[in-house]
């Protein structure tokens, strides 16, 4: 439900005015024009924060200046400069998106809204944000930062996260819109969101908003948005097993199914609970190359989440003289000085970093 409606003329004046005249924030992607650019900083924005994927942006904009240069590049590469951003599906799904604009399209990035919406890992919020942006077209973001300003300023306690919560948010958000001026309206209400309207701690005196918003007028910011669904979260235990031979260590590419799908990492033994490092010698990697609880090195322990799921991951170094037998036949040895070349998850490549020194 929805409390009593307040001025949509006010809130579009107002939110404009704002972003014209006190909105300082500075990305490099603001203003930009470029279609190409303009998606691909949408595209590492989902899921990401900003300040996260300015270095990102910069990396792929250096060695990707178009979008066939994008549609040319080996997916090693790619995922190279990609790591550490998570989320990886978006990674491929770039790069198909690049190649179909770059082979089919003749490296024309379309501008019609069904077109841009139609592309691969492009849903409303970044089609609407791309039509806006790059080619002025009237359509309104709606996102995370849209549903917590709109449902406090009007009062909606409809939860976001239902049919009926995502539609009623998109149609307020396509009214208020100011249709002459798509993309600093939806850059105003972004920037709004993140700077001043946030989730925690806002900064209503700030707001250009307050004097009409329906939370601040009540002090129950902390109230909205309202959300129908908790998020639960699966733990899961990693114990990775980096085999090193000589300058050599044995790593293999994850298959698709899981997380981290296509990236690299050491030797995988994933367990229902946490593990002492006794119960790992039951795997056959020990097993087949004789191997006692005394070649173990336990040299580190991480804890990553994600969106779905909470990795606890713990590392171990084993030594070998000799290369040794590796079940499954799924991996390689690489030297080390070439594993820069290659993907890997966040986590491990951290371990990596510290105890390799590449």
Not at 13 to 35: C, F, I, M, Q, Y
Not at 218 to 236: C, E, I, N, Q, Y
């Amino acid at each position: 439900m929805m409390a009593a409606v307040s001025d949509g003329s006010f809130f579009t004046r107002a939110l404009v005015s704002w972003h014209r005249e006190e909105n300082n924030r500075t990305l490099p992607w603001k203003e930009e024009k470029d279609p190409y650019k303009i998606w691909l900083s949408e595209i590492l924005l989902q899921q990401t924060r900003a300040a996260q994927v300015i270095p990102y942006y910069y990396a792929f904009t250096d060695s990707y200046p178009d979008i066939c240069a994008l549609a040319g590049a080996a997916d090693e590469d790619v995922f190279r400069i990609w790591q550490g951003l998570g989320y990886y599906n978006r990674c491929r799904n770039m790069l198909a998106t690049a190649r179909y604009i770059c082979n089919e399209r003749g490296g024309r990035f379309p501008s019609d809204y069904d077109d841009i919406i139609a592309l691969k890992g492009v849903g409303t919020y970044t089609a609407a944000a791309i039509a806006s942006f790059a080619f002025d077209l009237p359509y309104a973001v709606v996102d995370g930062n849209v549903y917590r300003i709109l449902s406090r300023y009007r009062g909606i306690d409809t939860p976001y996260d239902t049919t009926e919560g995502r539609k009623l948010f998109a149609i307020l958000a396509s009214e208020l819109l100011d249709k002459k001026n798509s993309a600093g309206y939806n850059q105003a209400i972004m920037d709004l969101g993140a700077t001043v309207c946030t989730p925690a701690a806002p900064s209503c005196k700030e707001c250009p908003l307050s004097a009409r918003c329906y939370a601040f007028q009540r002090g129950a910011t902390s109230d909205f948005p309202v959300k129908s669904k908790k998020l639960v979260v699966k733990p899961r235990y990693f114990n990775y097993l980096l085999l090193r031979y000589s300058d050599e260590i044995w790593i293999r590419k994850r298959a698709g199914g899981d997380i981290w799908a296509d990236l690299h990492e050491p030797y995988l033994i994933e367990t229902e609970f946490t593990a002492e490092a006794s119960q790992l010698l039951s795997d056959k990697l020990f097993k087949i190359n004789d191997l006692d609880i005394g070649c173990l090195v336990h040299s580190g322990a991480f804890r990553q989440r994600l969106t779905h799921q909470l990795i606890h991951s713990n590392f171990y170094i084993i030594d070998f003289d000799k290369r040794p037998e590796v079940p499954g036949n799924d991996g390689i040895w690489i030297r080390v000085s070439q594993i820069n070349k290659l993907a890997f998850p966040k986590t491990v490549l951290s371990f990596l970093r510290n105890n390799l020194y590449f």
